[in-house]
Nanobody
């Protein structure tokens, strides 16, 4: 059907940078909004950044000015450039996308999620 595969997580020191990628694959007709959510240990999942198909972006206050979300519609891929990382950015980061996909009878819609990638920021 549709899969989202994330990459780019890892361990970084405070002040460092990481770039996350998320590629969507499958019988995709179109992708609407895409976003990155994160879940820190013991906390609820929260939106970090989102981008519409037209390129409009939205950021959590905690990441504004440090994170940049972008997408390549031709590659069905969304990116999250994370700069000036802080220990409080430590979390599992999940990719999310609103996907329309082909079915035998037309189109279906799906709120797709990736498997998550761990970002650890050491102090």
């Amino acid at each position: 059907q549709v899969q989202l595969v994330e990459s780019g997580g890892g361990l970084v020191q405070a002040g460092g940078s990481l770039r996350l990628s998320c590629a969507a694959s499958g019988s995709i007709f179109s992708i609407n909004a895409m976003g990155w959510y994160r879940q820190a240990p013991g906390k609820q999942r929260e939106l970090a950044a989102a981008i519409t198909s037209g390129g409009s972006t939205n950021y959590a206050d905690s990441v504004k000015g440090r994170f940049t979300i972008s997408r390549d519609n031709a590659k069905n891929t969304v990116y999250l450039q994370m700069n000036s990382l802080k220990p409080e950015d430590t979390a599992v980061y999940y990719c999310n996308a609103g996907v329309s996909y082909y079915t035998d009878y037309g189109h279906g819609t799906l709120d797709a999620w990736g498997q998550g990638t761990l970002v650890t920021v050491s102090s």
